[in-house]
């Protein structure tokens, strides 16, 4: 078992959510890789399903509990980055929603009915993005998606996710380790049209990786 100092958030990252794990288990595709049992569950409807990090074929669809991991989280604590306040690595995630060192507030301004509020006109841009990988430019979220998966489906490289990190809460210098499964997974929907009841928590990694 690594030691406190060895510990860094990515270890307790789902790379799915990319948020804290939640009931972490392991899959069987050769490699161990764990997810929340919530994001995984998903997968284990298709006939063969992949891992989303390797990409191998899950020859069992049976979900083992990762002990080591949830033994870790319970008794281990990593600094926020937001107030660099140690937490308890189980209570993270909870903790990075009430954070008042971090920034959620969300500038994205769209009246549902005639006002007279003056509309912002300097919003940020979060309806184009450019890809991670090649920078093509004025891609909406499919768009990013559809060309991501034609073009770089078996890039390997640690890239920021450009939706993420154009979110309030999104950090752009925090590279997903496996972008190419948060984008299929998180990035199904427009966040204009599927918002979450939290904010995704993709703003992490770079913190605790100098």
């Not at 990252?13 to 764990?34: L, Y």
């Not at 008794?75 to 140690?86: D, I």
């Not at 909870?94 to 060192?101: I, Q």
């Not at 909406?140 to 078996?154: F, I, V």
Request: proline fraction near 6%; hydrophobic fraction near 30%; glycine fraction near 2%.
């Amino acid at each position: 078992m690594a030691s406190s100092e060895e510990l860094s958030i990515e270890m307790f990252t789902c790379s799915i959510c990319r948020e804290i794990f939640k009931d972490p288990v392991t899959i069987k595709c050769g490699n161990n890789h764990s997810f929340c049992r919530e994001c995984v569950n998903p997968l284990m409807i298709d006939a063969r399903p992949h891992c989303p990090t390797c990409r191998q074929e899950i020859k069992q669809k049976t979900l083992s509990t990762n002990k080591n991991m949830s033994t870790q989280m319970m008794n281990n604590k990593l600094p926020c980055f937001g107030c660099n306040e140690k937490i308890l690595i189980t209570e993270l995630n909870n903790h990075f929603t009430d954070c008042d060192k971090i920034d959620k507030s969300i500038t994205y301004f769209k009246p549902v009915k005639e006002t007279s509020q003056r509309i912002p006109t300097d919003l940020p841009n979060r309806a184009t993005f450019k890809c991670p990988y090649c920078d093509l430019g004025n891609l909406d979220t499919r768009g990013l998606r559809e060309h991501c998966n034609e073009k770089h489906r078996y890039d390997s490289a640690h890239v920021v996710c450009p939706v993420c990190a154009s979110m309030p809460w999104g950090n752009q210098r925090q590279a997903s380790s496996d972008f190419m499964a948060h984008l299929n997974m998180r990035h199904k929907f427009d966040y204009e049209t599927y918002v979450l009841a939290k904010p995704a928590l993709c703003t992490v990694k770079a913190n605790y990786s100098k």
